[in-house]
């Protein structure tokens, strides 16, 4: 089983590389709470007016903070530990379930050969990162 699993990463590594897909895992959370956090804290200090200032000055840090944090989905991919690489090989196998191929190359021929099979592909891939890794997800920059 190890080898296909290997297959499909593969294979969802050559397709986001290929949509350019770049994603931030931790980023946006962070952003969020800095947000939040100063919008609190303005109220604390100034009232209703120190919310909005809090606010917009939490939104700006919070998006200073987080920019450059997205890296390619290949990266990302492949910084998954085992059993996080099995369950989206799981998700994409489904995908695949009528294809027989013998190594990856193949395996990436076969799917790039078929826009239907590439956007299947992509959208089983792209429901895992947003669902399991609770990623934000950017396409070509």
Known sequence: ?????DDVMRLCC???AQEEIKVAVKGSAKGAMVAGGSAFLGGMLGGPPGIAVGGVVGSLLGSWLTSGQFRPLPQ???????AQQ???????A???WGLDWTDAA??????M???TLQQQVTAALLNY?????????????
């Open 1 to 5: 089983m190890a080898p296909r699993v």
């Open 14 to 16: 050559e397709i986001s």
């Open 86 to 92: 099995r369950k989206l090989s799981e998700d994409v």
């Open 113 to 115: 050969g078929s826009s």
């Open 76 to 82: 990302v991919l492949m910084e998954l530990p085992p």
């Open 94 to 96: 489904a995908v695949l």
């Open 106 to 111: 193949q395996l990436v021929a076969l799917v």
């Open 129 to 141: 990162i947003t669902k399991e890794l609770r990623a934000e997800v950017r396409y070509r920059d």
